[in-house]
């Protein structure tokens, strides 16, 4: 069950965060200027370091939780006597 509720979560976030920037730029572009290269490189570092901030923020959690949940569990039991 906690299998299938990560994948779940993951496919989640990996949805909002490709739908969530689908359809941002949707606006006219008329008299805006084309991107330098300093402009679409800077843009592309800044999205990698965000990009893998996110993914290593999401392994970290899904980690955690996988590792901490039994433990977590069998400490909730002793206190409610079960």
Known sequence: M???AGFVS???????M??????????????TPD????DAYNTFIEGGGALGYGAASLVAGAY???ATTP????HSLEHHGH
């Open 64 to 66: 955690t939780g996988i």
């Open 35 to 38: 991107p330098t290269f300093g």
């Open 10 to 16: 993951a496919v989640a976030a990996g949805i909002m």
């Open 18 to 31: 490709v739908g969530g920037t689908a359809f941002a730029a949707t606006g006219d572009t008329t008299g």
């Open 71 to 74: 433990a977590l569990i069998l």
């Open 2 to 4: 906690l299998k299938k």
